[in-house]
């Protein structure tokens, strides 16, 4: 037994490398999870132990956004580092038939990683871009073409109720719907059982990535289809929490990322690894009214919260766009850290490029920054840029808001429940909140501070000129 432990830890210590020494990353990114369905942020029925040991024992940002309150926006910041309006894609959210996609010339988090020598996997939903008749089926429009070795998941939200959404994963002898790709499930939106499955099989494709790449750097991406609904959970978690199916749902998503955990421990790399957690745009509460609705049944029980915010998924209302945000990294990340100053899921790109050693892309702009020092300041010192955040949305990503500090200037409204909550907004008459005293947008400010309306409208006017002048690798915006 003795020799059998011992073999045990020398495998473990041979595995190891210097912690700072391009570390992995991993990436987990949630579908329309709000803000109030944790443990740590005071859920009173959803048990998520997992994620209050990344808040406990890593880092908590409380002040965490999404770039976008929408679906594809989102994701093409969170691979980019850029505002969503850079993108040039035209709209927030790209149907299964929409020609346009992540255009090939844009640097992701997976092609800068990649050479630095990182493997690459990505399991769930891309979002970003399907081959189909409009773009003469093009390669360029999925995974594999924006850094990734390899990729199983959806190709859009699963709640597309044509055979538009399907399970697909990369494989080089495979040739639909393009070679290079098979599709697992034709019509994923009728199959329920898979749909069960889904939290289950990126688990699983997670930890056999991380077993078969440990002894090398590497990225994986996660990003569940859930809970996005209809949400489901496998037969283990059904009836498990005390919030109905959307409950269990979070609390299967929760014993996944358990398990990730366990397995970096159980593979020595856990000190050689930092873990991100966060959500795509905050919970889609248009349905949260709906008694009966004939795709996503009791909708009301099957949405999440965004408490203590205002508004939901599709909003620029904090509610919309603020998300959690947990970076866990043992013995760099002192247990309890509380990042008190705003971030964004564009910061990880930047940071990730810095552990790894790969320069940033010197041709355009990004949004972004590195945010090392707020990690541990002793092991990596320096300044972080202030936090300047465009918020922009519906309609071809168009600007909404802007915050800088504590202030945020709303110069449009849009809300997907059709309520702008008794508010109205313009350029020329503004909404002023200072979102750290009045995080629920409650008191408008602006009659009190002409100064700071001035300042962030003028910060408006320099980012649509960033992006007018240089434009986007797709044209105009």
């Not at 940071?351 to 092991?379: M, V």
């Amino acid at each position: 037994m003795k020799s059998i432990l011992t073999l045990l830890l020398f495998s473990t210590v041979l595995h190891a490398r210097p912690a700072l020494e391009k570390p992995n990353v991993v990436v987990v990114f949630l579908d329309d999870c709000g803000y109030g369905d944790f443990s740590h942020t005071g859920n009173p029925t959803i048990h998520t132990p997992n994620v209050s040991r990344l808040v406990h024992e890593g880092a908590n940002f409380p002040q965490f956004y999404a770039a976008s309150p929408a679906c594809t926006a989102s994701r093409y910041s969170l691979l980019t580092g850029r505002n969503p309006r850079r993108s040039g894609l035209g709209t927030w959210v790209l149907g299964p038939n929409d020609a346009r996609h992540i255009h090939p010339k844009e640097t992701t988090l997976a092609e800068g990683l990649k050479n630095r020598g990182y493997a690459t996997g990505f399991f769930g939903k891309w979002h970003l871009g399907t081959p189909n008749s409009n773009n003469s089926l093009t390669a360029d429009a999925f995974p594999l073409a924006h850094g990734f070795d390899v990729w199983e998941g959806t190709n859009v939200s699963n709640d597309y109720t044509k055979p538009a959404v399907k399970l697909i994963r990369s494989n080089p002898a495979g040739t639909t719907p393009i070679p290079g790709y098979e599709i697992l499930v034709d019509n994923l939106a009728t199959n329920i059982p898979v749909h069960e499955d889904l939290t289950r099989r990126y688990r699983d494709l997670s930890v056999d990535f991380i077993r078969k790449n440990k002894d090398n750097p590497f990225l994986l991406y996660l990003a569940p289809n859930m809970p996005h609904l209809p949400v489901h959970a496998s037969d283990e978690f059904k009836g498990k929490s005390k919030r109905g199916l959307y409950g269990d749902c979070m609390e299967e998503i929760d014993a996944m990322l358990g398990t990730l955990l366990s397995t970096l421990e159980t593979e020595g790399i856990a000190k050689n690894t930092l873990v991100v957690f966060t959500s795509d745009n905050g919970p889609w509460i248009r349905f949260e009214n709906t008694a009966k609705d004939p795709l996503y049944g009791e909708a009301r029980l099957r949405v999440g919260s965004a408490l203590p915010f205002r508004d939901g998924k599709g909003s620029t209302w904090e509610g919309g766009v603020r998300v959690v945000g947990a970076w866990y990294w043992p013995g760099v990340i002192a247990p309890g850290t509380v990042v008190r100053t705003a971030a964004s899921s564009m910061d990880i790109l930047p940071t990730a490029f810095a552990l790894a050693g790969e320069p940033l892309p010197s041709d355009r702009t990004l949004d972004g920054r590195d945010i090392r020092p707020f990690l541990n300041a002793n092991k990596f010192p320096g300044e972080v840029r202030a936090f300047e955040h465009i918020y922009t949305g519906n309609n071809g990503n168009a600007i909404f808001a802007a915050r800088k500090g504590p202030w945020k200037l709303h110069i449009g409204l849009y809300s997907q429940t059709g309520s702008n909550h008794g508010f109205t907004a313009s350029p020329e008459r503004p909404l002023l909140f200072n979102v750290e005293e009045d995080p629920s947008e409650r008191i408008d400010r602006r009659a009190q501070e002409p100064a700071m309306v001035a300042e962030l409208q003028s910060l408006i006017s320099a980012f649509n000129k960033s992006v007018i002048t240089e434009q986007t690798f797709w044209g105009a915006p």
